[in-house]
Nanobody, 125 residues
Framework: VQLQASGGGLVQAGGSLRLSCAAS????????MGWFRQAPGKEREFVAG????????RYADSVKGRFTISRDNTKNTVYLQMNSLKPEDAAVYYC???????????????????WGQGTLVTVSS
């Protein structure tokens, strides 16, 4: 699968953005999907993950209650709705796909085999 992330941009603190990740191919519903982010000088970190059906989600503690991951398997797209953005949310955001069958949601980076190119989110204070 090929993944194309979009929707990043500049937003003021407290604002919102919605990221999208469009997948190619006809087997999108087979993939567990996730969002990760990497800020300058920091390691890439897990943000949110979603099961194949969309019925199960997981979030990093730092974004719980503010971010929502969702997917539309009819559109081969996964979304990340980001509300109440903080300056510390600024990063390059990556979507990722996993075919690991033993999990409903994957939070570990090394378990994802497919990665999008990243979209930059900048949050001004």
């Amino acid at each position: 699968v090929q993944l194309q992330a979009s929707g990043g941009g500049l937003v003021q603190a407290g604002g919102s953005l919605r990221l999208s990740c469009a997948a190619s191919g006809r087997t999108f519903s087979s993939y567990l999907m996730g969002w990760f982010r990497q800020a300058p000088g920091k390691e890439r970190e897990f943000v949110a993950g979603i099961s194949r059906s969309g019925g199960t989600t997981r979030y990093a503690d730092s974004v719980k209650g503010r971010f929502t991951i969702s997917r539309d398997n009819t559109k081969n797209t996964v979304y990340l709705q980001m509300n109440s953005l903080k300056p510390e949310d600024a990063a390059v955001y990556y979507c990722a796909g996993s075919l690991r069958s033993e999990f409903s949601v994957v939070v570990t980076e090394r378990m994802y085999s497919f990665w999008g190119q990243g979209t930059l989110v900048t949050v001004s204070s």
